[in-house]
């Protein structure tokens, strides 16, 4: 397929399902019934990407929290700590490392499975990365941050070989943090290579709103297929680096602004995916928004998919390809 649409990730919550944490957390609802929630929102999001008309699908992220805090619940070795902010008026709580990790079992192959049973198109598998684990959050055990990284990354590996014997076809692990930190690029790549040797899935890694300037073209050295950036709330501006310093894995080009709440048009987005085919084959990108979507309203997160879907359509017709 050209140009596939995809997602990054995580949608907004229902409002019910919103209300159904909140009283868990104060144990007036139990494990059962808010997963049962979990579900039920799980499959509407589902629906509601394929009656969109995306190509790659994800599970929304409904029984997800914070990208961190949510796996350090179930990794041995690891304690939920304060309140931290992470961007605007967000918060998470910032795990701490008190002891040696370990994974007890999967983490998530029950959820892929489950998503993946609603629908006949592939679910992306979506994991928290080794470098981006280490960075939010706090070390009483390590000796290093190295030493933490890469003690994240074999614990990964596993999830990752989990994920794929389960069937995944996609597995994206997401590092935010990398782009924050250029001095540690090496580190980041190394424990890539842990998380992602030996997989046959295609592989993917998701960056997000940092200074990649910094850290191009040595990003192309992540061990993975692909590489899912923040593009429109830049301006773009990557290109001009691409032009010097070749793309050469496949992108996931960020078209529409998660952090925004105004749907872009078909037409910009069209427009955008036109500039970038100036730069990268057309073969190598896939189109989707910057960032996760959870910040977005239900019908603002339709609506910069819709656009993807459209502006993807109209390139596609103008290229000779059958839509």
């Keep these: 397929m050209i140009l596939p649409t995809t997602s990054v990730g995580s949608f907004p919550k229902p409002e019910y399902l919103t209300k159904a944490r909140a009283q868990a957390a104060r144990g007036q609802m139990s494990r059962e019934e808010l997963a049962a929630l979990e579900e039920r929102a799980t499959r509407e999001s589902i629906a509601m990407q394929e009656e969109v008309g995306i190509d790659v699908l994800v599970d929304g992220e409904m029984y997800r929290g914070d990208m961190v805090a949510y796996f350090a619940e179930s990794i041995e070795g690891m304690e939920e700590g304060g309140l931290v902010r992470s961007y605007g008026n967000r918060y998470y709580r910032k795990p701490i490392v008190t002891g040696a990790l370990r994974r007890p079992g999967p983490l998530t192959v029950e959820r892929f499975r489950f998503a993946q049973s609603l629908t006949s198109k592939p679910i992306k598998a979506i994991l928290t990365g080794p470098y981006t684990m280490m960075d939010w959050s706090f070390n009483e055990h390590y000796a290093t941050r190295a030493d933490l990284t890469l003690a994240f990354a074999e614990l990964i590996h596993g999830e990752v070989a989990d994920l794929e014997k389960a069937g995944a076809k996609y597995i994206q692990i997401d590092e935010p943090a990398i782009s924050t930190r250029p001095e540690e690029i090496d580190l980041a790549v190394?424990?890539?290579?842990?998380?992602?040797?030996?997989?046959?899935?295609?592989t993917l890694t998701h960056i997000c709103y940092g200074r990649?300037?910094?850290?191009?073209?040595?990003?192309?050295?992540?061990?993975?297929?692909?590489?899912?950036?923040?593009m429109s709330n830049s301006g773009f501006d990557m290109l001009e680096l691409m032009k010097k310093h070749p793309f050469t894995k496949e992108i996931g080009l960020g078209v529409v602004d998660s952090h925004s709440h105004v749907i872009e048009s078909p037409d910009l987005v069209a427009e955008r995916i036109r500039a970038a085919l100036c730069v990268i084959p057309v073969e190598k990108v896939y189109v989707d928004p910057d960032c996760g979507l959870k910040t977005r309203s239900w019908e603002e997160t339709r609506g910069k998919l819709e656009a993807i879907v459209q502006g993807a359509r109209i390139v596609r017709q103008e290229l000779g390809v059958k839509v």
Excluded: N, R
């Design 190 to 202: 190394e424990a890539m290579g842990i998380v992602t040797k030996g997989i046959k899935a295609k």
């Design 212 to 230: 990649f300037e910094q850290i191009y073209p040595k990003m192309l050295e992540i061990p993975v297929d692909h590489i899912d950036l923040e």
